[in-house]
């Protein structure tokens, strides 16, 4: 079910997205080489509690035969394309691409969740992974652009589609975007490619989704690894990701997940 925001619900979102583009731009300038990633997810979970918020992918629940998600942030290296759990025993080195995802739900007690995430370089990268960080990045500002009251899902799904496959890449087609607010995952999901008879959903002012091309360098075949829950590229070539949560305004769009 799509559900509508009112305009209160929409100030506490945006007062919880800018605290979490904060808690993110904090945590990805720790980002470099020798960098254990479950500091970055300690420095995470008590940046968002000092802000009055509780992480929302702490203790989360897939389905019932997966265990909870055990981190504060996603922290996916390289091949890893989302839900790299973040207080894995790894080490960034120079060369790697490292994609942080970080939702909040604030305040507190009976809040609102914001979901974002970014993809950075440690050190000195390849141009191939510079230039699949930028397009994946251009993919997500090209469908926030589109964001509007009567526009559809599907044109944003389109758009990621043809921007990541004209550069060369593609788009993950197992997992979505998808409406946030109430619940981290809500109606409707956003897909990052487009195939005809998929869901497609008007957007109407109040409604607030968070888009999030997830892009890799060859094919978008995944995988998921034993802890359950990282997910990697089956050719083991690279994957970036980045993501904002916006609301649907009367006459556009508002990114929430912006400082
Ligand atoms: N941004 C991701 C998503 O929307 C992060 C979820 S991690 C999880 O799926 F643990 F909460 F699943
Ligand atoms: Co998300």
Redesign the pocket.
């Known amino acids: 079910m799509v559900t509508i925001k009112s305009q209160q619900e929409i100030e506490l979102l945006r007062e919880g997205g800018k605290l979490l583009a904060s808690v993110l731009e904090q945590v990805a300038q720790k980002v470099t080489a020798g960098t254990h990633i479950k500091d970055l997810d300690h420095l995470a979970e008590q940046l968002i509690r000092e802000s009055g918020g509780e992480p929302a992918f702490l203790g989360y629940r897939g389905d019932r035969r997966t265990p909870p998600y055990p981190a504060t942030l996603c922290v996916s290296i390289n091949d890893e394309v989302v839900h790299g759990v973040g207080t894995r025993e790894n080490i960034l080195a120079d060369g790697d691409i490292v994609g942080l995802d970080i939702g909040m739900r604030y305040p507190e007690k009976n809040g609102f969740f914001t979901?974002m995430a970014v993809t950075v370089p440690v050190g000195r990268v390849s141009p191939t992974a510079i230039r699949l960080m930028k397009v994946t990045r251009d993919a997500l500002n090209a469908a926030i652009a589109l964001v509007r009251p009567g526009a559809k899902t599907i044109d944003l799904s389109k758009i990621i589609q043809g921007t990541v496959e004209r550069a060369g890449f593609s788009p993950v087609r197992s997992l979505t975007?998808?409406g946030v607010g109430y619940k981290l995952h809500e109606d409707p999901p956003i897909f990052c490619y487009y195939q005809r008879g998929m869901p497609e959903t008007t957007l109407q002012e109040g409604m607030v989704i968070?888009i999030?091309p997830m892009v890799c360098q060859g094919s978008w075949e995944v995988t998921v690894d034993p802890d359950h829950w990282t997910i990697r590229t089956a050719d083991e070539k690279l994957s970036a990701h980045f993501?904002h949560t916006i609301a649907v305004t009367k006459d556009g769009h508002e990114v929430l997940t912006r400082i």
């Open positions: 979901d975007g998808h968070a999030e993501e």
